[in-house]
C-alpha cells in the first residue's frame, strides 16, 4: 500500500509564500511522475507542476515564475514552493504520484489534499 501525505497549506496574504510537502510512503520501488494539482471552489481540478524521475520540470502558465517544484535525493518526497501567491492561487492542492512497486506494476495515487488560501 502506498499513502501520499501533504502538508504545508494555510492563509497567506497576496504577495506571499508557502512551502507544501508530499512524502510518499509504503511499498515503493520507483516514483516516475510526481506532482501536485490543485483545485479551486467550482472549478475542476488542474494540473500545477510536476516533475519526473530525471528532475525535468512542468508548470502550468499561471504559475511559472512563481511555483518551483523539487524533489528530495532519496526522490520520495515533493515539494512545492509557492512566492508571490495570488487569490487565484487558492485551491486545495492535491499530490499525484505515478509509483511503481516491486511487481513491477504502475499505479496512480492521489493524497487527501491541503487547502491554500490567499486573501488579505
Known amino acids: 500500500q502506498v499513502q501520499l501525505v501533504e502538508s504545508g497549506g494555510g492563509l497567506v496574504q497576496p504577495g506571499g509564500s508557502l512551502r507544501l510537502s508530499c512524502a510518499a510512503s509504503g511499498s515503493i520501488a520507483r516514483i516516475n511522475n510526481i506532482g501536485w494539482y490543485r483545485q479551486a471552489p467550482g472549478k475542476e481540478r488542474q494540473l500545477a507542476a510536476y516533475i519526473n524521475s530525471r528532475g525535468d520540470t512542468n508548470y502550468t502558465n499561471s504559475v511559472k515564475g512563481r511555483f518551483t517544484i523539487s524533489r528530495d535525493n532519496a526522490g520520495n518526497t515533493v515539494y512545492l514552493q509557492m512566492n508571490g501567491l495570488k487569490p487565484e492561487d487558492t485551491a486545495v492542492y492535491y499530490c499525484?504520484?505515478?509509483?511503481?512497486?516491486?511487481?513491477?506494476?504502475?499505479?496512480?495515487?492521489w493524497g487527501q489534499g491541503t487547502q491554500v488560501t490567499v486573501s488579505s
Open positions: 499525484n504520484g505515478n509509483i511503481y512497486n516491486y511487481s513491477g506494476g504502475s499505479q496512480t495515487y
